[in-house]
Structure formats: structure tokens, C-alpha cells
């Protein structure tokens, strides 16, 4: 089945201590991307990568950092959380990073930092 | 800079009832405009999206959107609304640069009402 999946789905954890949540598609696409979505801000752009080895910032990179080493696969590191990064997380892939193509999302991460 | 407004933070309507999400939206150049709607702990699932051509766009679970140039709107509509339609509705339109990166407007929740 050809999905996008993000692990772990739940994670609490405490300001400062390093993690990272981990996004796979196994549709052979180009294109990946990160979004936080948040009450009343919809979902906000972090990072995205528009293939292996090529990645930019989004509107709300600062605090967050992203490696796309395999085509696959697409990490989100938090190297010290703070709790305004306590969000609902996605990570989406598309095809190509042509404007026409159509992204499908993960099932999202839901991140609480204490 | 690209932008879309989902006037309505709500919208409620009577099962059986025709339903409309509304979305405007800014970009400089052609517009690619996207809907997505989101389950209670679901990731996004594409509904339709309007690259080009006819301006009425048909899509998953029956629901189409009007594409309108002149009034900068892409509205989502369904004939005839399902109780299992009541979900949160993203409108998103595509970069105008060569990324493939959306910007999505703050979401429409949609309750349909028995």
C-alpha cells in the first residue's frame, strides 16, 4: 500500500532533550516536506526537501533541523525542544516538486514538549 | 506572496442539505489551488485540486469546487451533505515559484447536522 508514515504518533517529552521523529514513503517520490499545524494557524511549512541531499527552509524552520540522506526517507530533529514547539505534525510527500503534483500526507505526530 | 483566507472558522448544515466551504485566495501568476480535509486524528487526505481548464473540479466523496478567477475564490461544494462529511476542510494554494511547497488557509470545521 503506498502511504506515508511517521513514527512515533504520540511522544511527551521534556525541554531540551533531543529527539526526532522519523517520516518514510514508499512511493518512490522526489519531494517531501515537513508542516506543524496548529488551532486557528493552519498547517505551517517547517521544512521540505525537493530531493536527496537538496533541502530548504519553510516559513517556521527556526528550531528544527531535517536530512534527506536516502530518497525515502525525510527526519524531523528537535535538538532542544521548548514547549511552543508542542504541535501536531505532518510530514507529506509528492512525486516530483513539479506545482501540479499532488502531496499526500502522513498520519501525523502528535508532540508534547513539558 | 501567496495567501488563502477560509472566512469561516464553522460551518453547520443539515444533513441532506447542499453544503459550501468557502476559500479565496492570492498569488501572482496561475493559480494551483488544492482542498484537503481532516478526519479526527487523521492526517490530511487530498479531496480535489484545480490546475487548469474547467473551472468546475470534481473530486473524492462527491464533493466539487468552483474555480473563480475574477473573484479570486476556489469554494468547496457538495449537493447534498453526509453526517460522515463533518470533518476539518483545508484550502491550499501552490507556491508560485519553482517548489512545490503549499501554503494552506486556516481551516473550515465542518459539522453537518442529523
Known amino acids: 500500500e503506498a502511504q506515508v508514515t511517521q513514527n512515533p504518533r504520540y511522544l511527551i517529552t521534556v525541554t531540551g532533550k533531543k529527539l526526532t521523529v522519523t517520516c518514510s514513503q514508499n512511493m518512490n517520490h522526489e519531494y517531501m516536506s515537513w508542516y506543524r499545524q496548529d488551532p486557528g494557524l493552519g498547517l505551517r511549512q517547517i521544512y521540505y526537501s525537493m530531493n536527496v541531499e537538496v533541502t530548504d527552509k519553510g516559513d517556521v524552520p527556526e528550531g528544527y533541523k531535517v536530512s534527506r540522506k536516502e530518497k525515502r526517507n525525510f527526519p524531523l530533529i528537535l535538538e532542544s525542544p521548548s514547549p511552543n514547539q508542542t504541535s501536531l505534525y505532518f510530514c507529506a510527500s509528492s512525486l516530483t516538486a513539479q506545482r501540479a503534483d499532488t502531496q499526500y500526507f502522513g498520519p501525523g505526530t502528535r508532540l508534547t514538549v513539558l | 506572496a501567496q495567501s488563502v483566507a477560509q472566512p469561516e472558522d464553522q460551518v453547520n448544515v443539515a444533513e441532506g442539505n447542499p453544503l459550501t466551504v468557502k476559500c479565496t485566495y492570492s498569488v501572482s501568476g496561475n493559480p494551483y489551488l488544492f482542498w484537503y480535509v481532516q478526519y479526527p486524528n487523521r492526517g490530511l487526505q487530498f479531496l480535489l485540486k484545480?490546475?487548469?481548464?474547467?473551472?468546475l473540479v470534481k473530486g473524492s466523496y462527491g464533493f466539487e469546487a468552483e474555480f473563480n478567477k475574477s473573484q479570486t475564490s476556489f469554494h468547496l461544494k457538495k449537493p447534498s451533505a453526509l453526517v460522515s462529511d463533518s470533518a476539518l476542510y483545508f484550502c491550499?494554494?501552490?507556491?508560485?515559484?519553482?517548489?512545490?511547497?503549499?501554503?494552506f488557509g486556516t481551516g473550515t470545521r465542518l459539522t453537518v447536522i442529523p
Open positions: 491550499a494554494v501552490r507556491d508560485s515559484t519553482g517548489a512545490n511547497n503549499l501554503f
Open positions: 484545480y490546475i487548469t481548464g474547467d473551472n
